[in-house]
């Protein structure tokens, strides 16, 4: 009889530690399923990263040469203001 008794106790025994098994691996499931979100967000966040300096390069590549273009002009108008005392300073002498 003792043996009839110690099988159900058995069998309760084992769905317990079967019960607490599975428990443990939905814990690690759910852990494991957040890791792989937030790596997911990580690659996102990569992503746009990356994206984001290819925009800002772009803007840096467009103010060198706006910058370059305005030395140009710079450079130009001073070309002319000098033009222009010359001019003065060449009336001045005829009108005088």
Same mark, same amino acid.
């Given at each position: ?9 058995? %069998?309760?025994?084992?769905? %317990? ?5 599975? %428990? ?8 494991? &399923?957040?890791?792989?979100?937030? %790596? ?33 002009? &710079? &450079? ?21």
């Amino acid at each position: 009889m003792a043996s009839a008794e110690s099988q159900p106790r058995f %069998g309760q025994s084992v769905k %317990g530690l079967l019960s607490d098994k599975v %428990g443990s691996c939905s814990g690690d499931v759910i852990a494991l &399923t957040r890791q792989v979100l937030k %790596g997911s967000r990580s690659q996102e966040l990569l992503g746009q990263a990356a994206r984001n300096m290819v925009i800002q390069e772009d803007a840096i590549l467009h103010s060198e040469d706006s910058l370059r273009k305005m030395s140009i002009i &710079t &450079t130009h108008l001073q070309y002319h203001v000098e033009h222009s005392k010359n001019l003065q300073d060449q009336l001045r002498h005829l009108l005088n």
